[in-house]
């Protein structure tokens, strides 16, 4: 009985050998496997063409070549940048540099820059209305853009004192109405002074703020403030002054009761390839408040783009994030809207909607934008 005994322990050994390499190489193949998951899902690597091979990344060059032309990084600001084309095909350009500093540039009908004018206030100080430059606190204002002079302009003030008749007042509005070429509106209000208490300690009514209207208005080159008790929402509505100080040579305003704007498409710009490179999970986080956090599926890549300056094709690729579920902008590639591009990958996403791109029959160059705090020259 002693030898089956010894055979069967030695069977049963062996079997408890078997099964602990079986599970160490079962255990072992699935963790390759999840691992090469995990990876393929981390890793898409797409075999970029060889088209695309010699295009040049906007990312890290300044000035990129093709041909008689390049394109030129020609200023950059902290704010969107806005732009302006004079009657004689001047483009008066607006940037913040940095905090409390405004700087306007003039670029030639050449593509040169000719000229710049540079104010140290507050941005909400200014308003850029038609190549005018506001100075809506020392009620001035610059014609700069147009005759070169640097030096402000005093404007002359209407019913300041807010002491007109409502008579007086709708025949100054009418006048404003009929011979005026652009109306900034701004809103400002008048703190009454205290009263002080009665000897006697009877409550006094405490007076309240009044709000009134200022309309900037300009009669050919003059320009002229006008104070105002008057209701003017109904002759200049808010988007009114929204269109007025649009400023933007690549943009237009796509409704009339809001700001929603359009960038305006083009023919010289081309989007050819997204290569996509990875693919990862990124959590968002809610924007605030009571709202939950997000995950989003998003591929790392490249986005190759052809723009077109007469007989030559500037060839540029850029590094993005592209999120293919929502199509928030207006990238298509052969006729496909691609998704939603952009430049991040955290809350607020800086989101692309597309390439910018201007020039006209008059202008010896043309203007180009990968973002509104940016402006390529292309000459």
Wanted: glycine letters at 4%; hydrophobic letters at 35%.
């Amino acid at each position: 009985m002693t030898k089956p005994t010894q055979s069967f322990a030695k069977i049963e050994r062996i079997m408890k050998m078997l099964y602990g390499f079986c599970t160490v190489t079962i255990i072992g193949l699935l963790t390759f496997v999840g691992f090469q998951f995990f990876k393929n899902q981390q890793t898409v690597s797409d075999d970029l063409p060889k088209e695309f091979l010699h295009y040049t990344s906007i990312d890290s060059s300044n000035v990129i070549k093709a041909g008689k032309v390049s394109m030129t990084l020609l200023l950059e600001s902290t704010e969107d940048i806005k732009t302006f084309l004079t009657p004689n095909n001047e483009v008066i350009v607006y940037t913040v540099p940095e905090k409390k500093t405004n700087s306007f540039y003039k670029i030639s009908r050449d593509g040169v820059l000719i000229d710049s004018l540079t104010l140290k206030c507050r941005q909400t100080d200014i308003a850029f209305v038609k190549g005018y430059i506001i100075d809506r606190k020392y009620h001035q204002y610059y014609k700069w853009g147009f005759d070169g002079n640097k030096e402000a302009v005093n404007i002359p003030l209407q019913n300041e004192r807010l002491d007109w008749d409502l008579k007086k007042q709708q025949e100054q509005l009418k006048v404003v109405k009929e011979k005026s070429t652009a109306v900034y509106v701004d809103y400002e209000t008048k703190t009454p002074e205290p009263i002080k208490p009665a000897a006697d300690g009877e409550i006094q009514a405490v007076p309240t703020m009044e709000t009134y209207t200022v309309l900037t208005y300009f009669v050919n080159d003059n320009c002229f403030r006008f104070f105002t008790t008057l209701d003017t929402d109904k002759d200049f509505p808010y988007s009114y002054t929204e269109k007025l100080l649009l400023n933007d040579l690549f943009k237009h305003i796509i409704t009339k009761v809001s700001s929603d704007k359009e960038i305006i498409k083009t023919p010289e710009i081309r989007y050819r390839y997204f290569q996509k490179l990875k693919f990862e999970k990124v959590r968002f986080s809610g924007g605030g408040g009571n709202a939950a956090p997000f995950d989003v599926m998003l591929f790392h890549g490249n986005l190759f783009t052809d723009v077109i300056y007469k007989t030559d094709t500037l060839k540029l690729k850029e590094f993005m994030y592209l999120e293919q579920e929502w199509h928030q902008s207006s990238i298509e590639i052969n006729g496909n809207n691609i998704g939603t591009l952009s430049k991040n990958k955290k809350q607020p996403p800086n989101h692309i909607d597309a390439y910018m791109y201007y020039t006209n029959p008059q202008l010896a160059y043309a203007l180009f934008t990968n973002n509104d705090k940016k402006l390529y020259l292309i000459k």
